[in-house]
């Protein structure tokens, strides 16, 4: 077994905990800062918890998202377009904070916004803000001095990306100071693009399971509440993006703009999504099937 990091628990540990208690998987609900405008992105993050979501996923709105499909590059051009900015996602989840002090925040997204604010600057306004976690996926763990190692010592989970394509000589170093949740990426590829593959997902799983103590979450390629409630039956916790932020693109593209119209939009299907993940451990399914 890998030996990972260690530090008194954090509200993603707690949630993880709580959920490994329930035995039910957890939902992670990704949307982008400031998309598609400041104040309707406050209303939909605000009503995540209430419908379902068990930690937040907010991306931190940048020109070139390398790892994003089509819908969350609209995403983040939409939340710049309307002055998304690493201060504005601060604010935002100092804002949520007033109301929720339990809910775990995760920023995800790329390393140039963290450095153009600054790391130390960054970290300080972070955990003031109440951000629990950081996936920032293009710093490999050969620079893990660059912003894991001060996230850490900050009291910030950093949370890495394992795919596919990450072998067995790969998977210590990958691991090495994760803390908070493993993120494995389901397909091989860019974000909202392909539907996972279950029964390989739950063999790379188990054989993941090996190698670490930590809580896994399972993301990309995950779209309908078919795919959840699969992968909820082997996989601690769901994670669900690119349909999220397409909902937001559907509505907008009908006309369907308002504030209260749109966060409802995205909170039904957060609904539908997240209690599949939640009730899939108590359904009768037969793992493998291929979506």
């Known amino acids: ?5 260690k530090s008194s628990p954090t509200r993603i540990d707690k949630r993880f905990a709580k959920l490994r208690e329930e035995d039910r ?15 309707t992105c406050f209303e939909i993050m605000r009503g995540l ?13 940048f020109t070139d998202p390398m790892a994003d499909g089509p819908a969350i590059q609209a995403a983040s051009i939409r939340a710049l377009e309307a002055g998304g900015s690493m201060k504005v996602t601060l604010d935002l989840v100092r804002r949520f904070r007033e109301l929720d002090t339990e809910t ?7 390393y140039n916004p963290v450095y153009h604010y600054g790391v130390d600057a960054f970290l300080k306004d972070a955990t003031t803000a109440g951000v629990d976690g950081l996936i ?6 050969e620079e893990d001095e660059e912003l894991c190692l001060p996230a850490r010592a900050a009291g910030v989970n950093f949370i890495r990306l394992a795919t596919p394509t990450t072998d067995e ?7 090495q100071n994760t803390s908070g949740f493993l993120y494995y990426v389901a397909i091989a590829g860019i974000t909202g693009t392909a539907s996972a593959n279950t029964s390989d997902l739950k063999a790379a799983i188990d054989a993941l399971r090996k190698s670490t103590h ?29 349909a999220l932020v397409q909902c937001i693109a559907d ?18 299907k957060v609904r539908a999504l997240a209690s599949a993940a939640h009730q899939s451990r108590a359904s009768v399914g037969v793992l493998g099937s291929s979506t």
């Open 49 to 61: 918890p209430e419908a379902g979501a068990d930690v937040i996923e907010l991306g931190m709105p």
């Open 251 to 268: 509505h907008l593209a009908a006309g369907k703009a308002s504030e209260a119209g749109l966060a409802k939009g995205v909170h039904d």
């Open 1 to 5: 077994m890998t030996s990972e990091f």
């Open 169 to 175: 000589a790969r998977l210590p170093t990958v691991l």
């Open 136 to 141: 920032i996926v293009d710093l490999p763990p």
């Open 214 to 242: 930590l809580p896994i979450a399972v993301g990309f390629g995950i779209n309908t509440p078919e795919n959840a409630a699969e992968i909820g039956q082997f996989a601690d916790a769901v994670v669900v993006g690119s």
């Open 25 to 39: 998987a957890g939902f992670v609900a990704f949307i982008t800062a400031a998309d598609p405008d400041i104040e």
């Open 104 to 110: 775990p925040i995760v920023l995800m997204g790329y």
